[in-house]
């Protein structure tokens, strides 16, 4: 590739939930055909659609290295709020569904979390109620964040000006992370 250019991981996410894309199988597919000449895969998702179907066909595919989910709010009205409309039962169910299957395989896909939570919180599961705290405990990797707009600047306090494109092209702003390590 050009001078300089490295690619660490494959993110199979954006702006929308990758397990309601239609190819989802076929696109895995072709993910695991390639598997031995890419870098780390990982899939992130809100867990609605991770149903017994979804989990058996992620977990199967070979082509993941790394699932994680969102939970945010550490309890279960905080995150029907910030997350509505999803129901905390739905979500914790297949969550736990999806670790006892990846549980049983022979080749697991490693897990984690991304979980927003009130900046008032402390950045720890200590305060969580004892569903998000077992479901933290079974997940390899857990990052707890203070809220952050879109790109990460606001909240992070991140200078953008070097990153603003012309207004008419992009609508003043690229995703801060798209341009860092």
Known sequence: GPEGFRLDRIELHSGGETLLHPELEEMLAVVAAYKGRLPEVHLLTNALALG???SRTLIDSGALDLLRVSIDGGTAASFE???APARWEKIHRNVSSFLDLNGESRRP???GVVSGVDPG????TDWMEPEFQAHFARLDEVSIRDPHNWDGSESLGIDDASYRYHEEISRGKVCYFLTKD
């Open 81 to 83: 709020e910030l997350r």
């Open 109 to 111: 896909i490693r897990t």
């Open 121 to 124: 919180r402390t950045l720890s």
């Open 52 to 54: 017994e179907g979804r």
